[in-house]
């Protein structure tokens, strides 16, 4: 996948890395800029979710190493692909 297929734009401060994750299925990863302690000064990075090549759809992360759900890219951010789980109370408030 190229970088200009992907629905969003980097928010500032971020870009974002691909790698593969298995056959037809590419990882992609927000990385920031900035410096942390905690990691020596590398760049601290999360995963955004991932993407099919064959049947070009996204899905949402379970975590780093499990593929979720497929969802619309219209429901996604370009902080991540994970879908908040609401209860209808606190739908009624967004």
Do not use: C
Not at 46 to 68: A, D, L, M, Q, R
């Amino acid at each position: 996948m190229t970088i200009h297929e992907f629905p969003h734009s980097a928010p500032q401060g971020t870009y974002y890395e691909t790698e593969d994750f298995k056959r037809n299925v590419i990882a992609i990863w927000i990385a920031y800029d900035r410096e942390f302690d905690y990691n020596l000064g590398k760049p601290v990075s999360s995963i955004w979710g991932f993407y099919n090549t064959k049947t070009k759809e996204y899905f949402s992360p379970v975590n780093s190493k499990t593929i979720g759900k497929r969802v619309s890219v219209d429901d996604t951010t370009p902080y991540t692909a994970m879908i908040p789980k609401q209860t209808p109370l606190e739908s009624a408030f967004v």
